[in-house]
């Protein structure tokens, strides 16, 4: 039982949850030496995408504010980074910041029409922003056009990152930071005034929580997590162009917060987990041994193999339609019903 805030908001709520927090830490630490290169590079793209999942969750699972204009935060975030650091000279980490505030700024700005606007109507006008920004942002010579920018050499503190290795401790640090810091914003007044609005806002307002504020607030700061993500996501391809910034993205972050669990901190970062490395796989399934040759007779006779290459999204689209049906709470409730058998079991 809690008798007061500071249990709420403390990290560590028993001796349990520190020791498994550590033996988490230490095996972040000993990743890169446990696994081959490529799987350095999973580990890299799996952490970019739990910074935008986590920063989405507070606003879609948190506040109730639906979106679907992630992408263009994303982008805003790796071509800002970009353009601050071979334009501006600005260093990686204070462009990178900068990227974020940008893109933060931008989700303000669409914040606004969130004030008046609710559910479906909310979702359409935050993807005529994702679509609109990367046609813009196409038409720029500044920002590469249509043929894209290359990102130039990152430096931090006269080291070198040329590696997915020497690159996934920067990643990794910046999003423990950021994930701690989303959970703590969580147990705070701020949090407590998403979860208000999420439930009831006009229940919220008349018990004076700042409607105007808090879903502007929030569509700011999950905007800047998308920014941060973005920025590290332009230096782990090293190349970036519009098309990399289009709808399906959009989608593809929600729907890992779907399946993880909104209103939780844990829940959408295993659907990044799990959905990352789906993306990841998927791409090459026509070369797995008989499940691959099956594929190509299938979409022989019915589809097309183009269909087939993009055979991720048909997964993603299956495993989200099935956790509506069996489990509204996503891979967090599963979890929780599994932890409620071992505390009964064999009872």
Same mark, same amino acid.
């Given at each position: $039982?809690?008798?007061?805030?500071?249990?709420?908001?403390?990290?560590?709520?028993?001796?349990?949850?520190?020791?498994?927090?550590?033996?988490?830490?230490?095996?972040?630490?000993?990743?890169?030496?446990?696994?081959?290169?490529?799987?350095?590079?999973?580990?890299?793209?799996?952490?970019?995408?739990?910074?935008?999942?986590?920063? /989405?969750?507070?606003?879609?699972?948190?506040?109730?504010?639906?979106?679907?204009? &992630?992408?263009?935060?994303?982008?805003?975030?790796?071509?800002?980074?970009?353009?601050?650091?071979?334009?501006?000279?600005?260093?990686?980490?204070?462009?990178?910041?900068?990227?974020?505030?940008?893109?933060?700024?931008?989700?303000?700005? /669409?914040?606004?029409?969130?004030?008046?606007?609710?559910?479906?109507?909310?979702?359409?006008?935050?993807?005529?922003?994702?679509?609109?920004?990367?046609?813009?942002?196409?038409?720029?010579? $500044?920002?590469?056009?249509?043929?894209?920018?290359?990102?130039?050499?990152?430096?931090?503190?006269?080291?070198?990152?040329? !590696?997915?290795?020497?690159?996934?401790?920067? =990643?990794?640090?910046? $999003?423990?930071?950021?994930?701690?810091?989303? #959970?703590?914003? !969580?147990?705070?007044?701020?949090?407590?005034?998403?979860?208000?609005?999420?439930? =009831? &806002?006009?229940?919220?307002?008349?018990?004076?929580?700042? /409607?105007?504020?808090?879903?502007?607030?929030?569509?700011?700061?999950?905007?800047?997590?998308?920014?941060?993500?973005?920025?590290?996501?332009?230096?782990?391809? #090293?190349?970036?162009?519009?098309?990399?910034?289009?709808?399906? /993205?959009?989608?593809?972050?929600? !729907?890992?917060?779907?399946?993880?669990?909104?209103?939780?901190?844990?829940?959408?970062?295993?659907?990044?987990?799990?959905?990352?490395?789906?993306?990841?796989?998927?791409?090459?399934?026509?070369?797995?041994?008989?499940?691959?040759?099956?594929? #190509?007779?299938?979409?022989?006779?019915?589809?097309?193999?183009?269909?087939?290459?993009?055979?991720?999204?048909?997964?993603?689209?299956?495993?989200?339609?099935?956790?509506?049906?069996?489990?509204?709470?996503?891979?967090?409730?599963?979890?929780?019903?599994?932890?409620?058998?071992?505390?009964?079991?064999?009872?």
């Amino acid at each position: $039982m809690k008798r007061d805030y500071y249990e709420d908001v403390k990290l560590f709520s028993s001796g349990v949850t520190l020791f498994w927090f550590v033996a988490l830490i230490i095996f972040l630490l000993l990743y890169p030496f446990l696994f081959e290169n490529y799987y350095v590079y999973v580990a890299n793209y799996i952490a970019i995408n739990i910074i935008v999942v986590v920063g /989405l969750n507070l606003l879609v699972g948190y506040t109730g504010q639906i979106s679907l204009g &992630h992408a263009g935060f994303f982008a805003i975030g790796a071509y800002g980074t970009i353009v601050l650091m071979t334009l501006a000279s600005f260093p990686f980490l204070l462009a990178l910041i900068c990227a974020g505030l940008i893109a933060a700024g931008f989700g303000f700005l /669409l914040g606004l029409p969130a004030l008046r606007l609710e559910g479906p109507y909310l979702a359409i006008a935050t993807l005529g922003f994702g679509l609109t920004l990367t046609t813009v942002i196409g038409r720029i010579d $500044m920002l590469g056009g249509r043929q894209g920018l290359h990102a130039p050499d990152l430096v931090i503190m006269g080291y070198h990152l040329e !590696t997915d290795r020497q690159f996934y401790y920067l =990643a990794m640090i910046i $999003m423990v930071l950021l994930v701690i810091f989303a #959970r703590n914003i !969580t147990k705070t007044k701020v949090g407590r005034a998403f979860v208000a609005i999420r439930d =009831a &806002h006009i229940a919220a307002e008349t018990m004076g929580v700042n /409607l105007v504020l808090y879903k502007t607030m929030a569509f700011a700061l999950s905007a800047f997590y998308a920014g941060i993500a973005g920025g590290l996501f332009a230096f782990v391809l #090293r190349f970036i162009e519009p098309e990399l910034f289009g709808f399906f /993205l959009s989608i593809f972050f929600l !729907t890992m917060a779907v399946a993880g669990g909104l209103g939780t901190v844990m829940g959408p970062i295993a659907g990044a987990i799990l959905l990352s490395f789906l993306d990841l796989e998927l791409r090459n399934i026509l070369n797995v041994p008989y499940v691959g040759d099956w594929l #190509r007779q299938l979409s022989t006779s019915y589809f097309s193999l183009t269909g087939v290459s993009n055979i991720q999204f048909i997964v993603f689209g299956t495993i989200l339609i099935l956790i509506m049906l069996f489990e509204p709470l996503g891979l967090y409730g599963l979890w929780i019903r599994m932890k409620k058998y071992w505390k009964t079991w064999p009872f």
